[in-house]
């Protein structure tokens, strides 16, 4: 007879048997499900204000090994599940779990900004992690029916499944990917791999890792030979942040840094759209900020300015676009646009005097203008059949048009800045589309956000964690200004170099170097989008079925 371990991790060269009903193994696999998928949300951004240096643990920042621990115990569980409807079951749970922990404040948005009942807002979200869930469920019930008994074969069909999941939820009902796994790894083997794989990349990696590992090692009676191997692997992982991509010399016409001036008004979410209270002191602040700041450029966060320009006060508008008219230095704002007739948007205006060699004009009669194209589900765009649910809340942003894809980028003193609004930098497949035509691609992202709608959470670290995940993957810095944090420089190398403390009132400024080569990331996901990943989760597949049948 088999031991416990056996059917639990799946020995290979035995079949599964099935547990017996209520059997206390059943019950320690839901446990084990349900913590690894909290150690996966925490591995982002590791969510308490305490850490364990030790470990590797510290506020706010990521923990690759965290999330490839929570992969491999799902995996191990997967493989001692009896059969596919327990893997659907297991994996499923480890889903909910992962992105309740994950984006748990959304509850500040929904009940507390948005006067959502208590008991709706928690059934909102945990009905939202459940279809979301769904993804997994069904990639893990595939695993359990499918998967080959040699461990190499059956971790890489572990990887496929789970990075043929992620893509789901990145891809489909306008796609949610929030708290996806290789964020965890930006301070670590993302570095030399994230310009080649990106983000979606490195879970594919991870979860082959981890399911290797957890097959290799926790299996009774496994060979020494894969174990070893599983060991090097890990090994193999763990030092590959040594080999890090060095700094290359930018472009001649980029040597010169630009500096940037980045505001962070810190207005309260519950005041940001009353007239008399948060209105006011963000027209009076930012007016000041934008009328005494230094530096080449000046950046205002996502509706730093919250009404439209038709509303602003007599003449504070033709103050501010006067103000950049002439001189040496440019600005972004954010702001809404548009009317009742041709709708609202959620958008970048850009300000810059007359190039050198024509005559400034005081008011020039179009700006430039960037409109956000990746709108936010019920806060920026309301699904359909989804009216009902927006009336239950008190949230003044509804329904937004959108812009298109790879719009223009803001050109001023050498550079290429292209703007993105709040969770738009989450759809790196999306900003890659300016990186087509080469000799137009953005030297600089500007990310403008307002996370206020989070309140003081771990949502600020997550944000972070993920634009400088972008930073490594295009090559580029990220300028962020933001409402309440965190408002930052981040290089190329995803490092943040500048930073001001969150929820505090001010202003950051610092010096940015824009970049012009084209990371392998940037051509490939430009032109196919997550084509590539999917067909590479699906040759895994083949090469998997291929070594099962073998």
Same mark, same amino acid.
Request: proline share 7%; aromatic share 12%.
């Given at each position: 007879?088999?031991?416990?371990? &056996?059917?639990?991790?799946?020995?290979?060269?035995?079949?599964?048997?099935?547990?017996?009903?209520?059997?206390?193994?059943?019950?320690?696999?839901?446990?084990?499900?349900?913590?690894?998928?909290?150690?996966?949300?925490?591995?982002?951004? @590791?969510?308490?204000?305490?850490? =364990?240096?030790?470990?590797?643990?510290?506020?706010?920042?990521?923990?690759? @090994?965290?999330?490839?621990?929570?992969?491999?115990?799902?995996?191990?569980?997967?493989?001692?599940?009896?059969?596919?409807?327990?893997?659907?079951?297991?994996?499923?749970?480890?889903?909910?779990?992962?992105?309740?922990?994950?984006?748990?404040?959304?509850?500040?948005?929904?009940?507390?900004?948005?006067?959502?009942?208590?008991?709706?807002?928690?059934?909102?979200?945990?009905?939202?992690?459940?279809?979301?869930?769904?993804?997994?469920?069904?990639?893990?019930?595939?695993?359990?029916?499918?998967?080959?008994?040699?461990?190499?074969?059956?971790?890489?069909?572990?990887?496929?499944?789970?990075?043929?999941?992620?893509?789901?939820?990145?891809?489909?009902?306008?796609?949610?990917?929030?708290?996806?796994?290789?964020?965890?790894?930006?301070?670590?083997?993302?570095?030399?791999?994230?310009?080649?794989?990106?983000?979606?990349?490195?879970?594919?990696?991870?979860?082959?890792?981890?399911? !290797?590992?957890?097959?290799?090692?926790?299996?009774?009676?496994?060979? !020494?030979?894969?174990?070893?191997?599983?060991?090097?692997?890990?090994?193999?992982?763990?030092?590959?942040?040594?080999?890090?991509?060095?700094?290359?010399?930018?472009?001649?016409?980029?040597?010169?840094?630009?500096?940037?001036?980045?505001?962070?008004?810190? *207005?309260?979410?519950?005041?940001?759209?009353?007239?008399?209270?948060?209105?006011?002191?963000?027209?009076?602040?930012?007016?000041?900020?934008?009328?005494?700041?230094?530096?080449?450029?000046?950046?205002?966060?996502?509706? =730093?300015?919250?009404?439209?320009?038709?509303?602003?006060?007599?003449?504070?508008?033709?103050?501010?676009?006067?103000?950049?008219?002439?001189?040496?230095?440019?600005?972004?704002?954010?702001?809404?646009?548009?009317?009742?007739?041709?709708?609202?948007?959620?958008?970048?205006?850009?300000?810059?005097?007359?190039?050198?060699?024509?005559?400034?004009?005081?008011?020039?009669?179009?700006?430039?203008?960037?409109?956000?194209?990746?709108?936010?589900?019920?806060?920026?765009?309301?699904?359909?059949?989804?009216?009902?649910?927006?009336?239950?809340?008190?949230?003044?942003?509804?329904?937004?048009?959108?812009?298109?894809?790879?719009?223009?980028?803001?050109?001023?003193?050498?550079?290429?800045?292209?703007?993105?609004?709040?969770?738009?930098?989450?759809?790196?497949?999306?900003?890659?589309?300016?990186?087509?035509?080469?000799?137009?691609?953005?030297?600089?992202?500007?990310?403008?956000?307002?996370?206020?709608?989070?309140?003081?959470?771990?949502? *600020?670290?997550?944000?972070?964690? *993920?634009?400088?995940?972008?930073?490594?993957?295009?090559?580029?810095?990220?300028?962020?200004?933001?409402?309440?944090?965190?408002?930052? *420089?981040?290089?190329?190398?995803?490092?943040?170099?500048?930073?001001?403390?969150?929820?505090?009132?001010?202003?950051?400024?610092?010096?940015?170097?824009?970049?012009?080569?084209?990371?392998?990331?940037?051509?490939?996901?430009?032109?196919?989008?997550?084509?590539?990943?999917? &067909?590479?989760?699906?040759?895994?597949?083949?090469?998997?079925?291929?070594?099962?049948?073998?």
């Amino acid at each position: 007879m088999r031991s416990a371990a &056996a059917v639990r991790f799946g020995q290979p060269g035995f079949r599964r048997t099935a547990q017996p009903a209520g059997d206390r193994l059943a019950w320690l696999q839901l446990a084990i499900v349900l913590a690894a998928g909290c150690f996966h949300a925490a591995s982002m951004a @590791w969510p308490f204000s305490f850490g =364990a240096p030790v470990l590797g643990l510290a506020p706010g920042q990521p923990a690759g @090994w965290l999330q490839l621990l929570a992969l491999a115990l799902l995996a191990g569980q997967l493989d001692g599940a009896s059969n596919w409807r327990r893997g659907a079951w297991l994996g499923g749970l480890f889903a909910v779990a992962m992105q309740c922990a994950t984006y748990w404040w959304l509850f500040i948005s929904l009940h507390v900004y948005g006067g959502l009942a208590a008991p709706l807002t928690v059934l909102a979200i945990a009905l939202l992690a459940a279809f979301l869930g769904l993804y997994y469920a069904a990639a893990s019930a595939l695993f359990v029916a499918f998967a080959p008994v040699q461990a190499a074969w059956r971790a890489l069909f572990f990887a496929a499944m789970w990075l043929l999941a992620e893509l789901a939820r990145v891809k489909f009902f306008t796609g949610f990917p929030w708290g996806e796994g290789g964020y965890a790894h930006v301070d670590g083997w993302a570095r030399p791999l994230a310009a080649w794989v990106g983000v979606h990349g490195l879970s594919f990696m991870a979860a082959g890792v981890a399911a !290797w590992l957890a097959f290799c090692l926790l299996a009774p009676r496994t060979r !020494w030979r894969s174990a070893l191997a599983g060991v090097l692997a890990s090994a193999a992982v763990a030092w590959l942040p040594v080999f890090n991509v060095g700094d290359v010399e930018p472009d001649p016409a980029l040597m010169q840094p630009m500096s940037v001036t980045l505001l962070q008004g810190n *207005i309260p979410q519950d005041e940001k759209f009353v007239s008399g209270t948060g209105v006011a002191t963000a027209l009076g602040w930012y007016g000041e900020q934008l009328q005494a700041a230094r530096g080449a450029l000046v950046v205002a966060p996502e509706t =730093a300015l919250p009404m439209l320009p038709q509303q602003l006060p007599d003449g504070y508008w033709q103050a501010l676009r006067a103000r950049f008219s002439t001189g040496d230095q440019a600005a972004l704002i954010g702001l809404p646009l548009g009317d009742f007739n041709t709708g609202y948007s959620n958008s970048v205006l850009g300000f810059r005097p007359a190039p050198s060699g024509q005559a400034a004009v005081p008011l020039p009669s179009e700006p430039y203008r960037y409109d956000k194209h990746h709108l936010v589900p019920f806060g920026e765009v309301i699904p359909l059949g989804f009216h009902w649910f927006i009336r239950l809340m008190n949230i003044p942003l509804g329904d937004f048009n959108r812009g298109a894809v790879g719009q223009t980028s803001f050109a001023w003193q050498g550079q290429r800045l292209a703007p993105n609004i709040c969770y738009e930098d989450l759809f790196g497949e999306e900003l890659a589309a300016r990186f087509v035509d080469a000799p137009q691609a953005p030297t600089v992202f500007v990310n403008l956000s307002n996370i206020a709608w989070f309140g003081n959470t771990v949502a *600020i670290d997550q944000h972070l964690q *993920i634009s400088r995940m972008r930073a490594l993957e295009f090559g580029r810095p990220m300028i962020r200004a933001t409402n309440t944090g965190a408002t930052v *420089i981040i290089n190329r190398l995803g490092e943040v170099t500048h930073s001001l403390p969150r929820h505090t009132r001010g202003a950051l400024s610092g010096d940015v170097q824009g970049r012009s080569s084209i990371t392998p990331y940037a051509w490939w996901a430009g032109r196919f989008g997550l084509w590539p990943l999917w &067909a590479l989760g699906l040759a895994a597949l083949g090469l998997a079925f291929l070594g099962r049948r073998r």
